[in-house]
Structure formats: C-alpha cells, structure tokens
C-alpha cells in the first residue's frame, strides 16, 4: 500500500486549487462536463434505496417519491442496478417538498456504514491505518461520489481537505455536502473504533436548527465559513483499524476492481433499460423524446448520444415497445384495429398497418392469420 502522505500530495498537484473568496471550482468546460456527470449512472442503487427509505419513513410515498424519475423498483432492487446523480438531487427534492424536513442530508449520512459501500466497504474495513483507507477512497472516488473537486492540503500536524462543487447544485448542495460530510466522519469513526475528537467539519451555510439533534455524533462542525472543508490531525492517518486483514483487503480491492470496470461497460446499458421503463402509453399515448428526457433530466441531445453510444436510439426503442403491446392487443385481447390504432396514438388504422407491416413483415390481418394458422397446425399435430 503506498504512503498516505506521498499519494495525497501527488493528487493535490493534480486538482484545482480553491478559487478566491471560496466561491464552487469551475473546471475547463464545466457546463459540459457537469451534464455528463450528472446524466452518468454510475452510483449504486444502494444509495437511493436507502434515500426512499428515509422518504417513506418521514411519511412520503415512494410512488410519489420515484414518480418521473427513471426507475421502476424492479430497477431499484437489483444489486447491479446504478443511479444518476441528477435522480438522486431530484428524489432529495422530493423527500424535503413532501416531508417538510430539511434534515435530509444528515439523515442520509447516519445512514451508512462501510459495508453499504459494496467490495469498496469491504477494502475500507480490510485496510490497515486509517490513512489507507482514505486512499483506497480517494482511489475509487468516482464510485462514491462525482460531483465534486477537491485539494489535499498536508502539513506535520495536519491534514486538510477542501471541496468543491463541479457544478451549481443549488437546491441541493447543502443537503449534498451534509451528507458527504457526516459519511465520512462516521465511516472513519467505524473504521477506527474509536471517536475522533479533533475532526473537523468546516461549512459555508449558516447553522441549521436541526443540527442539535446530530451534534453529539457528529465531532465539531463550524459553520458560516469561507468553503467546505474537513480537517484532521495527521496522525489520525496511522490509527489502526480493528477489522485490518491483509488477505481480506487483497480479494476485496480484486472485487472493487472488477465492480468498477462493470460500471463503466453498464453506464451506456443502463440508459436503455431506463428508457425502456419510460416507454409505456398514457392516455396521450406513448411519451415522446421530449418527455422522456424531460423524466430522466437530462437534454434531449444527451439522451441521443447516449443512446448512440449504447448502439440504438430512441425511436428504434419506441418502436420496439409499440410493437410488443400491439401484437398483445392483436393476438390476446384482440382488439379491433381502430382501437388498437387509439391506444399506440396513431393518427388513422391505415398509419398503424403501415408501422406494424415495417416492423413484423406483415400487416397485422396477415400477422393474425399466420398465427392462428400456426396454432391449429400444433393442435391437429398434438392430436396425431
């Protein structure tokens, strides 16, 4: 494992520095970069999960939480699923709108524990010093969070880090930064077994009122700063961790690995299925491109080149979900062609036969007919 002091000071040569008078960096191309940030589903589903959770718990439902957003919970629920940045800000909208709470960033931090981290938690807790694992986090960074910059600063006695939003997160960046903030303290407080009387949180929003009810597990906080910062001393780096096991960390950090290369190969597939999910009629019909990137925030022009990316684009999706409930309507509710034309909001039943002949191959009477055709052929076979 290399020395905390030598990667940290390597990576802070290699981050913006903090813009006077503490305003959010602002990275070359950062309206550019911070849309492709936000749009990428790279961070567990884990996290929203545990975010609905504290929604239905504060008395919201998580139908109306997940409402537009992308994501059906067959999606939530299983273990390789990811998020978007921008679906967890616009759930974390929610939760505050329809709870009335504004604690949901510190809620959402308390939350966590190391393991909630996947193969990465497991790293975490495998390590040997504290200082370790906080470069095994710096590491994996972008797997736990991708919107912020940060500098590194070390000294004999202490150790500082500042962070920056990539991008105007506003309404969100405070709960964003609470959270961020209590999951580090209460991450390196499991690790080490131990409290941490001189970790300190440094903020630059005024002192909530409902800061009382965390302050006694939450170490010092200052608030009214001039940025976010939190500060250590640096021989908080070589406090052992009861859990060390080298062994452990070795097969850990493979899976860490392999997870995060799983990542980068899903974040193109995981656009498909979510438009997929979006692609079911209303009374309007079906949503068009204009909708669905509306319900996924993101711009049409993103969801087309991430859909190209992926190897397909939205109308070859649209017609993909049209065609299955049509031949659905056809063959087992066999509904009348008008009414089927109605349902998948063609204009007339002759646009519909048009469609459905260029998607099948055949109109949808032909369609019919060689399907029934097909079924009493089985049945007189079964009889032979």
Request: glycine share 6%; with cysteine; charged share 20%.
């Amino acid at each position: 494992m290399p020395e905390v002091s030598a990667v940290t000071a390597q990576s802070a040569s290699s981050l913006p520095r903090p813009p006077a008078g503490g305003a959010a960096a602002q990275p070359p191309g950062s309206a550019t970069e911070a849309s492709a940030v936000r749009d990428i589903p790279g961070l567990s589903a884990v996290y929203m999960r545990q975010l609905l959770d504290i929604g239905e718990r504060w008395g919201a439902t998580r139908a109306a939480l997940v409402h537009n957003v992308g994501l059906s919970y067959s999606q939530l629920e299983r273990p390789d699923a990811f998020v978007t940045s921008r679906q967890m800000g616009r759930v974390a909208r929610r939760v505050t709108r329809l709870t009335g709470r504004g604690d949901i960033g510190m809620a959402f931090g308390m939350a966590f524990r190391p393991q909630d981290f996947g193969q990465l938690g497991h790293a975490l807790m495998a390590s040997a010093t504290l200082g370790d694992a906080l470069v095994i986090m710096y590491r994996y960074r972008q797997m736990l969070v991708q919107d912020v910059d940060r500098t590194i600063d070390i000294t004999p006695a202490w150790v500082t880090m500042s962070l920056y939003a990539k991008y105007d997160m506003e309404p969100t960046r405070q709960h964003f930064f609470e959270a961020l903030m209590v999951v580090l303290y209460r991450v390196a407080v499991f690790l080490t077994a131990r409290c941490l009387p001189e970790w300190q949180v440094s903020v630059d929003w005024p002192e909530p009122s409902y800061f009382d009810n965390y302050r006694s597990e939450l170490g010092n906080w200052t608030f009214g700063q001039s940025q976010i910062s939190l500060r250590m001393p640096r021989a908080y780096l070589d406090l052992p961790l009861f859990m060390a096991d080298e062994s452990a960390l070795q097969r850990a950090l493979e899976g860490v690995d392999f997870e995060f290369s799983r990542r980068e190969r899903l974040s193109t597939d995981n656009v498909v299925a979510q438009v997929r999910a979006l692609l079911k009629p209303g009374r309007q019909g079906f949503p068009d491109l204009k909708t669905v990137s509306a319900s996924l925030c993101v711009s049409e022009r993103s969801l087309n080149r991430r859909l190209k990316t992926a190897g397909t684009h939205f109308q070859a999706l649209l017609d993909e979900s049209r065609k299955a409930l049509a031949i659905n309507m056809l063959l087992v509710r066999r509904w009348p062609l008008q009414q089927i034309s109605n349902a998948l909001g063609f204009t007339e039943p002759a646009a519909f036969t048009r469609a459905f002949t260029r998607w099948t191959g055949a109109t949808p009477t032909q369609y019919k007919r060689a399907h029934e055709l097909a079924g009493s052929t089985q049945q007189a076979e079964s009889r032979i």
